[in-house]
């Protein structure tokens, strides 16, 4: 009897566990593998790929799949030229056409980090169906007649690049090999000897069509365009990048190099914190005021996503910050904030006469509020300054009321502190206070007596570390005060000078907090005392009362 | 026999051991399975304070039944009082257990850092203008002279277009040398369409479907233009600059986003942004642009039209009007 209710609760078990893996891996696996290969494109169905091509392609891609829609301006990377052929993403050997799953892959999973989006329908609700995605990928190759050369399929021709069987896990040892490859490779000559897309032939490299590329800061995951994962990374370094400057190294290193190489970029990628609300950490002497200090160690870090100005004219959707990670260091008289960015080229100088003029983008009826990502603003070197800026509310208000994350208004100013590389480099400060009633003016820098910030600044490796202080309290009415116990929302503005940004052109973040721990009221250690010695006093009375039964 | 028995003293910390886990870990870890949310819904502190209340007054009328049961359940811990199970484990739990009542106390008392909440109406009502109730899209159903200066335009093939999607149509015209400017649009009005100009005989129903999906491609271009950085290319709210916001742009094909508001609603909306809500939806952490700096009545128009088209929603239909 026992045996058989043995086996069936196994049978039951493993029902029970098979049923539970399968719902929660099922997200994970949205599938990037078509179920099927593509259908025959008939006339009819490369139709119907035509039809969904102009619903839902060719704002971006343009009418002749030429990457002239539109919305194509304004984006960097640009959407992609389907008339030439050639395709960045694939598992081909480099300067091959790519496979129909490489172009699936990524008309379902998208291109991070671009305009390009996911498109398949398991992952957003509006998206396409495994066959529509067949359908539209069938018009697009009608696009480049090498799609119709049979001596170019790389099928046929044998140019697939395969993932290699039994590669090690990774690993310290992995990375270790991995990094002295990158070094080996020179791949710092344009990504920099941290990744971050700052290598000295970084800047100014142009695609096959003309336009500028930005060398990728491949400590960003979110950024990596073909997929974050070790696996994708491995393919670029396989298949190389067609029509960008990215080559292939499948013949200058072999299969182990290049994996090795994909676990050193892994590691390099930042892995966010998530915390909303940054907690300042108490110093019993003086508050680091150098970016370098050790103090800075022991504080905890808060990553401040940004994201491009696209609330008010100028708009901008190519934003050059991404990512801010902050520290909070406080005494009873001082506060110090160190704000960390990647920012791949050093840019100190300011020039007014370059300074974009909105007036043209910005009225009803434009032809678009946002500034192009090519012709309207230079984005190159020595032309504006790197800056950033913490902004707080001009007055804390108790409550869950903020003034609005883009400069507040009228009636609920911002307090700016404001830092400036060209000013920076001149009187080795480079802070400033403002104060801003909207984004519809300048945030206006307070009187000489009302400055009371001082910053320290340096640039590493493409990365930015400032250092801001003041003192908690002021007379200053427009300023914030630091007190002990209070949610102070907190956000960022960002410019990449080299990206073009200045004014409104700009990163910003919505409202985080910043708190400074209010000291433990002494009452709190009086109640927890209180239950030890009740609970205690309890016990030993009933342990006496038991003793005294027993005699 | 055969059957084993264990202590009442145990079978009653059992319990209340086995309820906790239930309403603390088992019923959020069920709830994520049910709702196939990312997140557990966890059971609310007055619900487990309620539910451990209730176990315990359970188990205190089970206890008392009777002398025979009282006795059986206080036997350990009279037991254990008296030294019996060696004094070594007397003098640890007589300390111990108050220390971990004390920590228990602190850590309820004590001020944690926790972000404070800030709850949202994502509909505000309290300052929507009521004239806007009943506002209709102009381009749902195109008016009569519309429909005949478009059925003039097709007719003569010189239809104009809005000049942001104008440039691309013209560069499409020259390369593809097509019989007719319309070809390009998808639709299978438009199909019909041009079958009734080859026989020159075009209908005013015919022309008019096809208006309107002249009207859709404008408006899907505007839409990419503008809207798709934060709402995403398929509108669900995960355009490439979605993840620097805190506030999320809205995915419009979920439920209960644009489908339960009318249409004159969401045409406000897009027109005063952000700063143009009541402060009981937090206009200050809204990155929603006041459109009406920027954007025409006809283009903001366009662009909802797309917009419904793209989520395969339909406006709530106005109160009586």
């Known amino acids: ?551 | 026999m055969g059957k084993f028995k264990i202590n009442r003293f145990w079978s009653v910390v059992a319990t209340i051991l086995v309820i906790y886990g239930i309403v603390k870990w088992a019923i959020p870890a069920i709830s994520r399975n049910i709702t196939s949310l990312p997140f557990p819904l966890t059971v609310p502190g007055t619900l487990v304070f309620i539910y451990m209340t209730l176990t315990c007054v359970a188990l205190f009328a089970l206890v008392t039944f009777s002398d025979e049961f009282l006795e059986e359940f206080v036997g350990p811990i009279r037991k254990m009082l008296r030294g019996e199970y060696t004094k070594a484990l007397r003098l640890v739990i007589l300390i111990g257990v108050p220390l971990i009542l004390g920590w228990q106390v602190y850590d309820i008392t004590v001020p944690k850092v926790q972000l404070p909440s800030s709850l949202r109406i994502q509909h505000p009502s309290s300052n929507f203008p009521k004239k806007f109730e009943a506002m209709k899209n102009p381009f749902n159903e195109p008016s009569k002279d519309r429909v005949t200066a478009f059925m003039k335009q097709v007719k003569a093939d010189e239809i104009t277009f809005i000049p942001q999607v104008q440039k691309d149509i013209d560069t499409w015209k020259e390369e593809a040398d097509p019989d007719h400017t319309l070809q390009f649009l998808p639709g299978e009005a438009v199909k019909k369409l041009l079958a009734e100009v080859k026989a020159e005989k075009i209908t005013e129903a015919t022309a008019k479907d096809a208006l309107h999906q002249v009207d859709l491609f404008e408006g899907r271009a505007l839409y990419a233009m503008n809207c798709r950085p934060c709402h995403g290319d398929s509108v669900a709210g995960d355009g490439p600059m979605a993840d620097g916001f805190k506030l999320r742009p809205i995915n419009f094909t979920d439920n209960g986003t644009i489908e339960t508001i009318v249409e004159g609603y969401t045409f406000w909306r897009v027109m005063n942004g952000g700063v143009g809500l009541p402060i009981e939806a937090t206009p200050w952490d809204s990155a929603m642009p006041e459109w009406k700096k920027n954007l025409t009545d006809e283009e903001r128009w366009k662009i909802i039209l797309a917009e419904y088209d793209l989520a395969e929603k339909t406006p709530r239909i106005p109160e009586s009007e």
């Not at chain 1, 009221?521 to 309890?538: D, H, S, W």
């Open chain 1, 1 to 551: 009897m026992q045996g058989i209710i043995g086996k069936k609760m196994k049978i039951v078990l493993a029902a029970t566990g098979l049923a539970l893996s399968f719902g929660l891996s099922a997200p994970g696996m949205a599938a990037d593998q078509p179920a099927k290969p593509m259908p025959e494109a008939t006339e009819a169905f490369v139709e119907k790929g035509r039809e969904i091509y102009m619903r839902r392609c060719s704002m971006c891609h343009g009418l002749l799949g030429d990457g002239n829609g539109p919305a194509a301006d304004y984006m960097d990377p640009r959407p992609r030229d389907f008339t030439l052929g050639t395709f960045k993403f694939r598992q081909t050997e480099s300067g091959e056409l790519p496979t129909d799953n490489d172009l699936f892959r990524t008309v379902s999973r998208g291109l991070q980090g671009t305009g390009m989006q996911a498109f398949d329908s398991d992952i957003i609700k509006s998206g396409l169906s495994e066959e529509k995605r067949w359908q539209v990928i069938s018009y697009i190759k009608t696009f480049a007649q090498e799609f119709g050369d049979e001596e170019l399929d790389p099928i046929k021709t044998g140019k697939l690049v395969k993932f290699p069987e039994n590669l090690p896990p990774f690993s310290d040892e992995l990375v270790a090999k991995g990094k002295a490859i990158f070094l080996k490779a020179k791949c710092w000559e344009c990504h920099g000897k941290q990744g971050r897309g700052n290598g000295q032939k970084a800047f100014d490299r142009k695609d096959d069509w003309g336009f500028p590329i930005r060398i990728r800061n491949v400590t960003l995951p979110w950024k990596i365009k073909g997929g974050s994962k070790v696996d994708d990374i491995y393919m670029r370094f396989s298949t190389g990048i067609n029509g960008t400057p990215m080559p292939s190294f499948a013949k200058a290193l072999s299969n182990e190099d290049r994996w090795a190489l994909a676990n050193f970029i892994k590691s390099l990628q930042h892995k966010l914190t998530s915390n909303q609300v940054l907690q300042a950490k108490k110093v019993a002497g003086e508050v680091p005021t150098t970016p370098d200090d050790a103090a800075w160690k022991d504080a905890q870090p808060m990553d401040m996503r940004l994201t491009g100005q696209v609330v008010a004219a100028p708009r901008w959707q190519n934003p050059g910050v991404e990512l801010v990670t902050v520290k909070a260091s406080y005494n009873d008289k001082e506060i110090a904030f160190l704000l960390q960015w990647d920012d791949p080229f050093k840019d100190a100088t300011h020039k007014l006469d370059k300074v974009f003029n909105p007036k043209d983008i910005s009225k009803v009826g434009a032809y678009n509020s946002y500034v192009a990502a090519n012709d309207m603003i230079p984005r190159a070197l020595e032309t504006y300054r790197d800056s950033v800026a913490l902004q707080f509310p001009a007055k804390f208000i108790a409550g869950t009321k903020k003034p609005h994350f883009l400069r507040g208004n009228s009636s609920n100013p911002v307090n700016l502190w404001i830092w400036k590389a060209d000013m920076a480099e001149k009187n080795k400060s480079g802070a400033e206070e403002a104060i801003a009633r909207g984004y519809q003016q300048p945030a206006r820098a307070q009187t000489k007596e009302q400055q009371q910030i001082t910053a320290k600044s340096v640039w590493k490796d493409g990365q930015w570390s400032v250092v801001l202080k003041r003192s908690r309290m002021t007379e200053d009415s427009n300023d914030i005060q630091f007190k002990n116990g209070q949610f102070i929302p907190m956000s960022i503005n960002a410019w990449d000078g080299s990206n073009g940004e200045h004014g409104l052109i700009m990163s910003l973040s919505t409202w985080h907090f910043v708190f400074l721990e209010a000291p433990t009221p002494m009452v709190i250690y009086i109640y927890a005392l209180l239950a030890v010695f009740i609970t205690g006093g309890l016990g030993f009375w009933l342990m006496k009362k038991a003793q005294a039964s027993n005699a």
